[in-house]
Structure formats: structure tokens, C-alpha cells
T-cell receptor, first 111, second 115 residues
Framework: GENVEQHPSTLSVQEGDSAVIKCTYS??????FPWYKQELGKRPQLIID?????GEKKDQRIAVTLNKTAKHFSLHITETQPEDSAVYFC??????????FGAGTTVTVRA | EAGVTQFPSHSVIEKGQTVTLRCDPI?????LYWYRRVMGKEIKFLLH????????ESGMPNNRFLAERTGGTYSTLKVQPAELEDSGVYFC?????????????FGPGTRLTVL
């Protein structure tokens, strides 16, 4: 089955700095890569996703890049703010609905 | 619109007891999924319903777990008898279309503790 590795497991950044989270996947048939953010005590929420026919996607301060050849994708958060503190999960899917998740990255933004 | 809801939010039971978790998907969503996160590890897929039919239950750990979705609306996940390793957060998610890959909307989860 699909195996998704996520790094780092924890990330502490100064407010205003950038944060980068990296994920690798094992199944070259994967074609959908969502990122979820889970704030403390709340549900995981989709923040951005990318499909395999696109190399990069941006939404305000958040961007995701995908390298299909290397089978890795990354989340970039610029100008971090305290409200960006959360656990972030990457995931991959082959289009069969089943999401395979990474283990999560706990991001702390220091004021 | 109302999001995915799950009940209860927390459950603490003794080993050997039975627990039933409930998920109400977003109204009109054909796809319903169960996932589980154990001890800070990755969120793992358990199974997928399309309406009332089990589409994929490859992630179900063993036959102590039984999921149902009668009438294609809400779903229940029963664990009987519960074991210590069943502790974790059980998430339900739903998505709107059958036959297409759409955003999965997650519920807040049920935290299950087996003592």
C-alpha cells in the first residue's frame, strides 16, 4: 500500500518567518495530495490540495509544490502568524478515495 | 451548512467492553469514511462507504470492528470486545460525489480510551 513519510515531526518558527513541511510518497500512481490543518481540539480541515497534473499551487500565504519524479511534495507557509500554530498532515491518494496520511507536523509559531 | 458530527466526543471503557461510535455526515454526501489516529501516529484509513454499501474495508484491523451505514445516512462503528490497542482518535469524513475525487470533510473525532 501507499506509504507517506512526513518531516519534520515538530517545527518551531519565529512569527513572520517561513515554515516548510516535506512529504514523500511511495506509490507512483498517487495523483491527489491534500494538506490538512488541525488546531488544538478541532477537526482536521483542508487548507490546500494539488493534483498530479500541476507542479505548484498557491493560496495567499500557503503554497504546495509537487515533484512527481522524486515523489515528494511540500507545504510552504510564508509570513507565519500565531494562528498558524497547529498540526499539519499531508496525504496522498490514487483516486480510489482512500487517503494515506503522514504522521503529522506540529508547528509552533513563536511571537 | 452543518459539518460532519461525531458522537461521543470522548469515551472511556474497560477492556472487553463494547463501544459504538456514531458519525453523521454532511447532508447529501454519498461517501463516508472512517479513519483512526493512534498515539500521535499517522491517520489511518479504516473503511469507505458509498451510500449504504461498503466500498473498501481494507483498513479494518480485525473482526472486532463492525461498521454500518443503514439507509445511507449516518454510520456507526462498533468495537466488540475492545482491546487496549484500540485506543485512539476515530475520525469520520464525508465527501459529496460518487464517482469523483472530492475534498473529504472531517468530523471532530471521537477519542476512545480503553483501560
Amino acid at each position: 500500500g501507499e506509504n507517506v513519510e512526513q518531516h519534520p515531526s515538530t517545527l518551531s518558527v519565529q512569527e513572520g518567518d517561513s515554515a516548510v513541511i516535506k512529504c514523500t510518497y511511495s506509490d507512483s500512481a498517487s495523483n491527489y495530495f491534500p494538506w490538512y490543518k488541525q488546531e488544538l481540539g478541532k477537526r482536521p480541515q483542508l487548507i490546500i490540495d494539488i493534483r498530479s497534473n500541476v507542479g505548484e499551487k498557491k493560496d495567499q500565504r500557503i503554497a504546495v509544490t509537487l515533484n512527481k519524479t522524486a515523489k515528494h511534495f511540500s507545504l510552504h507557509i510564508t509570513e507565519t502568524q500565531p494562528e498558524d500554530s497547529a498540526v499539519y498532515f499531508c496525504a496522498a491518494s490514487k483516486g480510489d478515495y482512500k487517503l494515506s496520511f503522514g504522521a503529522g507536523t506540529t508547528v509552533t509559531v513563536r511571537a | 451548512e452543518a459539518g460532519v458530527t461525531q458522537f461521543p466526543s470522548h469515551s472511556v471503557i474497560e477492556k472487553g467492553q463494547t463501544v459504538t461510535l456514531r458519525c453523521d455526515p454532511i447532508s447529501g454526501h454519498d461517501n463516508l469514511y472512517w479513519y483512526r489516529r493512534v498515539m500521535g501516529k499517522e491517520i489511518k484509513f479504516l473503511l469507505h462507504f458509498v451510500k449504504e454499501s461498503k466500498q473498501d474495508e481494507s483498513g479494518m484491523p480485525n473482526n472486532r470492528f463492525l461498521a454500518e451505514r443503514t439507509g445511507g445516512t449516518y454510520s456507526t462503528l462498533k468495537v466488540q470486545p475492545a482491546e487496549l490497542e484500540d485506543s485512539g482518535v476515530y475520525f469520520c469524513a464525508s465527501s459529496p460525489l460518487a464517482g469523483g475525487l472530492d475534498t473529504q470533510y472531517f468530523g471532530p473525532g471521537t477519542r476512545l480510551t480503553v483501560l
